[in-house]
């Protein structure tokens, strides 16, 4: 017999319950803007500012260095920044370059060196960490201001598609161990992001293309218009036309605020990834390929390969995958890796790994995103292997044309 009130349950002469409750409410600003580090551009000031408005304030700056090999005075233009607004920022350091891509995330030694700066310019948890690049050197970065003194400010400032419309404005971090993509990493939400949305400009030709995967998939499970809008101006975008692409970057980022802030489960408690359809394969298939495959360009084929099971699961409309598939055809994307014939030692087609992966990822039972139409997506809980065998076959028959 037990005896409860509203904060605690006494269960017997021995044991008494207290339950522990409290809300924590986040807020961040994503600003869109150009020219973000023109003195006359009041963006980051104002972010920097937004708590405390009077007080000058301590930064530290990590430059992804491809970032800087295409835009070699961007150091310059952090400094001469920080120094028109001496009054309310104190720049601690010139800006310091650190590795973009992958090699930032899968060598440990990156993350002792940011975490080591840190510490030998005394940041405290009031003070800014900066992070200007892609992806890969956000994760890094913000694993390091989230863990540093348990919570350093975090500044993002996404430099290619993938990050401005979708990495960069969410709450993850991490980087990768033993083989598994994003093993290490936290929850913790940035201060604020700065989208400029002048580094696009800079990508190369295959780096704008990769990031668009990410716009296809928000639109195939969360946005039926937005995918029709896709198509409509699938040759603006496979041109890099400037006005398609600030729409494109800016709609799939708000797509993915709201599932952050609306869907239930912004730090993914539970055992659904409901953003990632097509991410369990393409996990796989980076580490597969040692990353020779962008994150985007794995994306784009998992999203191609879990649209056609979708179809053989009697889930989705059949047509619909083929009509997927040409638009990511027409941005850019290769639908097709000769990894996804590797087989183990067993004769078990290596891929198959990445649903255990993801399930591991996240505990619990095996939740997948699929398609039950475009714009609307539906979770199951297993998939067939040979269907996904099948689904392999189709995209290799397809590419053989």
């Not at 601690?92 to 090699?103: H, I, K, M, N, W």
């Not at 709609?251 to 408690?269: S, V």
């Amino acid at each position: 017999m037990s005896d409860c009130d509203r904060d605690a349950c006494t269960v017997d002469t021995r044991t008494t319950i207290y339950d522990q409750r409290f809300t924590v409410t986040f807020h961040y600003p994503v600003v869109f803007t150009r020219a973000l580090f023109r003195p006359d551009n009041p963006a980051l000031l104002e972010a920097v500012r937004r708590l405390e408005p009077d007080r000058r304030h301590r930064l530290i700056v990590f430059l992804d260095d491809g970032v800087l090999a295409a835009r070699p005075r961007l150091a310059e233009e952090i400094a001469d920044y920080a120094r028109a607004h001496a009054r309310h920022l104190e720049l601690v350091a010139p800006p310091l370059p650190v590795p973009g891509g992958e090699r930032i995330k899968n060598e440990l030694f990156f993350v002792e060196h940011i975490m080591a700066k840190l510490h030998e310019y005394h940041l405290d948890r009031q003070s800014f960490v900066m992070a200007v690049g892609g992806g890969a050197v956000l994760d890094a970065v913000g694993l390091v201001a989230a863990t540093t003194h348990r919570g350093i400010r975090l500044l993002r400032v996404p430099t290619t598609v993938l990050a401005q419309n979708d990495s960069g404005v969410g709450v993850k971090n991490g980087v990768n161990l033993f083989g598994c993509k994003n093993f290490v990493g936290t929850f913790a939400p940035p201060f604020a992001v700065l989208n400029d949305l002048d580094f696009i400009e800079l990508l190369p030709p295959r780096e704008k293309i990769a990031g668009m995967a990410e716009a296809v998939k928000v639109a195939l499970i969360r946005d039926a218009a937005f995918f029709t809008w896709l198509e409509r101006h699938a040759d603006a975008l496979a041109l890099f036309e400037r006005p398609a692409m600030a729409t494109m970057i800016r709609r799939c980022a708000e797509l993915h605020m709201r599932q952050i802030a609306q869907g239930g489960d912004p730090f993914e408690t539970g055992s659904a990834r409901p953003l990632d359809f097509g991410h369990w394969a393409a996990h796989r298939l980076e580490t597969m390929t040692r990353h020779h495959l962008r994150h985007g360009e794995a994306v784009a084929i998992g999203i191609a390969l879990d649209s056609r099971y979708s179809v053989t699961a009697g889930l989705l409309e059949a047509g619909a995958e083929e009509r997927i598939c040409a638009l990511l055809e027409h941005l850019g994307f290769r639908l097709w890796h000769p990894a996804l014939l590797a087989r183990d030692g067993q004769g078990r087609l290596q891929l198959l790994a990445g649903l255990a992966e993801f399930r591991e990822h996240l505990g619990g039972e095996l939740t997948i995103t699929l398609l039950e139409a475009i714009g609307r997506g539906i979770e199951v809980h297993a998939m067939d292997e040979d269907g996904i065998a099948r689904a392999i076959a189709w995209l290799e028959a397809r590419q053989k044309g």
